[in-house]
């Protein structure tokens, strides 16, 4: 699975059906990412390359708890996707 703006942008899309937002903003985070469960929001690094976004959606995606029943069939492969295989950063 090769980071692009495309997956990003169906991660993205994936977090939403998932109502999470996801957002983008400076910050000293150690991972360079942060998880505000409560409010299921996602706030990453906004001066991360591409690349690393991505990773950080995909290693997110891969902690949090998914409500797979608010997922369609081509959401849910990618999810089953993104938690299978490893991203070449």
Known sequence: MKP????QE??????KVLE???RYEK???KSG?????????VVINKFFPMESKVGALIEI???VEVDE???DENERKL???VRQTEIQL
Do not use: D, P, W
């Open 79 to 81: 999810l089953h996707k």
């Open 33 to 41: 990412y942060c998880i505000i469960e409560e409010q299921n929001v």
């Open 61 to 63: 995606l891969r902690q």
């Open 20 to 22: 999470f937002k996801v």
């Open 4 to 7: 692009t703006k495309q997956l």
């Open 69 to 71: 029943t608010k997922l």
């Open 27 to 29: 910050g000293s985070f």
């Open 10 to 15: 169906k991660l993205e899309a994936l977090f």
